[in-house]
């Protein structure tokens, strides 16, 4: 039924449902992204690569858009900080309890938590 569509079709499509994270995938994807949502703001099956972009997109991860989909599903198992954006990292302080973390750029984000991390580690 999508296959014959344009990708803006599927994309307005997408946007008239209230679906989310359809913006860079691609008419495969989004064609089976459309097939798979049966209401708005459905969430994707568990372990497909659109379940692993939308939680690599949720926790800040960058790049993941062109990870195939075993890659995809590493760095979404443990991610590695220094891909990931500021708010990624600030998330992270936070569900933590990290404190004094709000000012601080990406660097000194990323040694913020490795150095909780290894503290944590320790005890």
């Known amino acids: 039924m999508y296959a014959n569509m344009k990708v803006d079709s599927l994309k307005a499509l997408c946007r008239e449902r209230g679906l989310k994270g359809y913006s860079k995938l691609r008419k495969a994807e989004l064609v089976a992204y459309l097939e798979t949502s049966q209401k708005p703001n459905m969430v994707p ?3 497909t690569k659109l379940a692993l972009q939308m939680d690599a997109k949720a926790i800040g991860i960058k790049g993941y858009a062109t990870l195939k989909k075993a890659a995809l599903a590493e760095v979404v198992a443990s991610p ?3 891909r990931m954006t500021c708010d990624g990292l600030r998330a992270i302080c ?3 309890g990290y404190k004094g973390y709000s000012g601080k750029n990406k660097a000194a984000l990323v040694a913020h938590i490795q150095t909780h991390e290894s503290k944590r580690m320790a005890a």
């Open 94 to 96: 936070r569900d933590r």
């Open 80 to 82: 590695d900080i220094t």
């Open 45 to 47: 099956t568990p372990g």
